[in-house]
C-alpha cells in the first residue's frame, strides 16, 4: 500500500498531463494556420517565430523555478528596462568597451536578483510583494537615469548581428544563447539535487526544511538566477531592436508567467517543468504569429491566449480533482489515456470553433467579399498599414481615411499594429508581413534603429515600403508620408503658449508616458524654441499622463496647486488634453490656459466652452487617406523616386520634397473652426 | 501586536506627512487633500473588493480590465437613455457577472485564480479593445456627469457612500458569521470545509462582490467625466493589490483588515501629488515608488525576523 502510495506521489510529479494536452493544442493550431494563413508552414517563418520568442522566452526559462518554488517573480521585465539602460549609458556616455557594457548590465541583473533574493529569502516577505516594488524600482531607476528619453541606439553591427544575423544562413544569432540557457536550467531543474530541492520546497517549505534543505539559499538562487538571466534577455533585445531605452521588456512579465503557466507548472509549486515551459512559449508565439499571417485582428490574441489558459489548466484541475476528494482505490491504468483522449478531443474542438470563427470574422469583414472574388484574378494588391498603437484614438481616425482611400483604389487594406507603444512588436508584424508577401507595407514608426533593419529586409524581397507619421531610416523605405515634423509641432506649440501669455510667464507641460519618443522630441524643440524665441516663458514641470485620461486629470489638479505661478497648461497627448481641461474646469480656474496636441472630437465640449484654448494637430483622416495613396501608387509603378508632386484623389497634387510627401502645415483648431473637423 | 502592518503604515504616512509639511506645506491645504482623496475613492472601493478576495487567499489581476469594460458600459447603458438608478443597477450587475465568472472557475473548476483572472485580463482587455475599436463613448447624456448633481454635491455623495461601503465591510468583516466565513476559508479551507463552511460558495461570493465593487467604482470614476476612454483601468489591478498588500493582508490569506487596506490605499495615492509638490522629478518618481514600498513591507519584516528566527520554519514565498 505505502509503495502504491509513493508511485502515486512520483507519478503526481514527473507526469505533465497538461504537457499531451498542450502538445494536442499545439499540434490543432498548426493544423489550423496551416489551412487559413499564408506562407504559415514555411521554414523562414519558423526561424522567425522562434527569434521573436527567445526574450520572451528566457524571462519564461528563469521563472520556472521561480514558480515551481511556489514564488513569483513580476520585476523580470523592468529588470530589461534597467539592464538595458546600464548596458547603452555604459557603451555610449562612458565610452566603455561592448564587452565591458554588456558585463556591467549582468551585473545590473546580478544586483537586481540579489535584492529580490534577500528581500524574498532572508526577510521572508512574501515574493509577490517584494517584486511588485522591485517592479517598480527598477523601471524607476532606468527612467530617472534617463529621464525616460534616451535612446541609446547605434551600437556596431557585430553587435546587432547577435539579434538581427543568422548563422548559416538559417539559424538565428541569438538562438544558441537560449539553448545554452536551456540546457543550464533543465540540468538545474531536472538533474540536479538543487533542482529536486526547489520542487521539495514548492510542496512544502516546512518540509523541506525539515530534510535538511537550505530553503533560504535555493530560494535565494533561484532569484538571483531570473535577474541574471532577464538582464541577458534584455542584451539580446538591444541588439534584437538595436536600441536601448528605458521602456524595454514593458509587460514581458507577463508574457512569460503566460507561458510557464500554460505549460503545466502550478502556481502553488511543486508541479510543472521546463518542458511545458518551452511548449507553452512555442504555442503562444506559434497563435500570435498564425494570426498576423492570416489577417486577424491582434486583439484575437488576448481573446484566444485567455481561452487557451483556462481550457488547458481547467482539463488539468478537473483531472486532478477526483483525486481530492476521497482516494480512489485503484486507477484503472486505462483511465488516463482515456482522459488524453478526451482532452485532447475537447481541445481539438475548442480550435476548430475558434478556426471557424476566425473564418467567419474573415469572411465577414469586408463588406465587398464579392467584388474581392471578381477582381481576384488580378489579385487585388495588398497594402498592410501598421499604427503605433491600435487603440489610440488618433490612430483609429487615421485608419478611417486609410479605408475610405482602400475603398476609392479597389486595395486590400490590412491593418494591424501593437495594442500599446511597442517596438518589438512592430518588428515582429513586419517580419510576419513579409512572410505574407504582401504588395506594400506602410509603418508609423515608434523605434527608428529597431525597424530599419527589418524595413530594409523587406525592400530586398520587392516589398514597397512607405513610412507615415513618423519615419524610418531614409534608405529604409521608399516615401515619408509627412503630415508635420516634430520641429513644426514644438514651435508652434511654443509659439501659441508664448502668445496667449503674451510672451512671458510660467507653463507645465502634460506629456504622454515619460519614455515615449515623439513627445520627447517634441519637448527638445519646445525648450530649443524657448531659448532661442521665448526667453521669459518659464518651463516649470513635466508630468507624465501616461496616455491616461484619468490620470492627466489628477496631474493638472497637483500641477495648478503646487506650482500656483503655472498660467498656461500644454497637453502634449491627445487624452491628456480632456483629462487636464476637466481638471481646469472643475477647478473653475478661469484664468488658467489650456493648449496642446489632440484629436478635435474628444475635445469639442472644452473648446466650445472655453477651457481649452485652442489644439494642433494635422487632419489625421487625410494622413490615412495620403498614405494609402501613396502606397497604391508605388505598388502600380506610378510614382518614381524623384518625383516633385504626387495625385492623391481628394486631396488633389501635393508637394514632394526629396522622399518625403508633404501633406500640409499643422492646423491650429480653435473654436471658430472645431467644427469643421470630424476626427 | 495584532496589526502590526497596520501601524507600520501608518507611522509610514505620518512620517512622510511631517517631511512634506517641512517641504511643501502647500500640500495639505484642504483643497488638494480633497483632490487627492477625491482621486482615490474609485481605487478604495476596488480595494475593498480586492481585500476580500486576498483575505480568501485568491487574488484578482483581471480588476483593471473589469474596470474598463465597467466604465463603457456604463457610458453605454446611460447613453440608451435609462434612468441614473437603473444604469447603476446595470453596471453593478455587469461587473458582478464578470466577477462571477471568475469565481466560478476559481471555486467549482478549481483552476488557481491568479491563472483564472491572468487569462481573464487579457481575453476581457482584448475583446473591449476589439469591440471598441478604441473609441470613446461620447455624447452622454446631461445627467451622467456628476450624477446630474453640482461638483459639490456629487463629491459629498461619493465620499459618503465610499465610506458607507467601508464601514459595512469594516463591520461585517468583524461582527458578521457570514463574512467571518472568509477568513476562515482563506486561514485554512480543509478546515473550514470541516467546520462545515462551504468553502467554494463562499469563494464564488467573494469574487462576485468584488466585481460588483469593481463596477461600481468605475461607475463613481465615470461619473466624473463628461466622456469615458475606452482604455481605462490599465495597470490598476497593481495599484490595488499595491494598496492592499502594503496594508497588511496576508498574500496568503485569512490576515488582513480594511482599515490597513485604507491606509494602503492612502499611502500610495498620496505619494504621487506629494512628491510633486516636494518638487521631485516625475522621472525619479516610479522609482521612488518602489523604495517606498519596499521599505515599508522591510521595515515590518525585519523585527519579525530578529523575533522568529529560528522559530519560523520555512520561507513565505508567495
New interface residues.
Partial sequence: MVTVQLERMEHRVSSNHSEWVLSFALLAEILVFSAIADNFLTRGNFVEIARTSIETGLLALALTPVIVSGGIDLSVGSMMGLAAVVFGAAWQDWHAPLIVSAALALLAGFLGGALNAVLIARFRIPALIVTLGTYSLFRGIAEGITHGAVNYSGFPKAWLSLGQGYLGDIIPAQLPIFLIVLIGYTVLLHRSTIGRAVYAIGFSADGARYAGIPVAKRVGLIYLLSGLVSSLAALIYVAHLGQAKSDAGTGYELDAITAVVLGGTSVFGGRGGIGGTLLGLLSLAVLQNGLHLAALPSELTGVLTGTFLLVTIGIDAMRARPRRKTEVEEETPMRNSQLAILCGVILAGALIVAGTNAWLVRSLRPADDATRVAVDAHKRPVIAMMPKAKGDPYFVSCRRGAEEAARELGVDLVWDGPTGLDAAKQNEIVESWITRQVDVIAVSVENQAGISTVLRKARQHGIRVVTWDADAAPDARDFFVNQATAQGIGETLTDEAARLLNGSGEFAIVTGALSAANQNEWIKFIRQRIEHEHPLLKLDTIRPSDDDRDKAFVETQTIVKAFPGVKLVMAISAPAVPGAAEAIRQMGRKDLDLIGLSLPNICKPYIHSGVVQEIVLWNTTDLGYLTVYAGSLLSENKVASGAKSIQAGRLGTLEVRGSDIILGTPLIINRDNVERFDF | MQHRREIAIAATIVALGIVVAFV?P??F?L??LR?VFM?DVPVLVAALGMTLIILTAQIDISIGSQFAICGVAAGLVAKSGLSLPVVILAVLLIGAALGAINGA?VAW????S???T??????????L??V?????V?DLPRNFQWFGLT?GAFEVVTVGIAAGLFAGASWALRNAAMARTIYAVGSNEGAARLMGIDAAFVTFCVFTVAGALTGFAATL?SA????I????G?GME?KV??AV??GGA???GGRGTVVGTLFGVILLGAI??AL??V?V???????????I??TA??AE??P??IRKSGG???????
Fill in positions: 511643501a502647500a500640500f491645504t483643497a488638494n483632490d482621486a472557475l473548476i478549481r483552476i488557481p491568479i491563472v483564472v491572468l487569462a481573464t485580463m487579457v481575453a476581457l482587455r482584448d475583446a479593445r476589439w471598441t475599436e478604441g473609441a470613446w461620447q461638483l470614476n466624473r467625466f463628461n466622456q476612454p475606452s482604455n481605462t490599465l497593481l493589490i499595491a498588500v502594503v496576508s498574500i496568503r504621487g501629488p510633486t509638490f518638487g522629478s516625475a522621472y525619479w518618481e516610479k522609482a521612488i515608488q518602489g523604495a514600498i519596499l513591507v522591510a519584516a525585519w519579525a525576523r519560523r520554519l520555512g520561507h513565505s514565498p508567495a
